[in-house]
């Protein structure tokens, strides 16, 4: 069975940092892009930040750029998300996916190119 599940996730001080994880097992990672996407209550679900299936392209929200930082363990079958200098507006839910699609790095951006889905991480950041 193929499961995505986060972890890292937690309650922080703005201007903090965390890393939230996403452990994949039962696909074959390197096939896959991922992605992380985030939903605060209220609030639309947002791209955050995409990479590639070998991890030499990555893309990036504006809202996070320069902040935060996507990579992947292809050994590990683990992708990260750095996020440095949080603000409070970057509390939410934080999902990862994963994309079997070959294609430019717009396409990761839209959550219908995704195939499987972890449930989430919190991460709140306080003022």
């Known amino acids: 069975q193929v499961q995505l599940v986060e972890s890292g996730g937690g309650l922080v001080q703005a201007g903090g940092s965390l890393r939230v994880s996403c452990a994949t097992s039962?696909?074959?990672?390197?096939?896959?892009?991922m992605g992380w996407f985030r939903q605060a209550p209220g609030n639309k679900r947002e791209f955050v930040a995409s990479i590639n299936w070998s991890g030499d392209s990555t893309d990036y929200a504006d809202s996070v750029k320069g902040r935060f930082t996507i990579s992947r363990d292809n050994a590990k079958n683990t992708v990260y998300l750095q996020m440095n200098n949080l603000k409070p507006e970057d509390t939410a839910v934080y999902s990862c996916?994963?994309?079997?699609?070959?294609?430019?790095?717009?396409?990761?951006?839209?959550?219908?190119?995704?195939?499987?889905w972890g449930q989430g991480t919190q991460v709140t950041v306080s003022s």
């Open positions: 039962g696909l074959s990672f390197r096939r896959y892009a």
């Open positions: 996916g994963a994309s079997l699609t070959l294609a430019q790095s717009i396409v990761y951006r839209q959550t219908d190119h995704y195939d499987y």
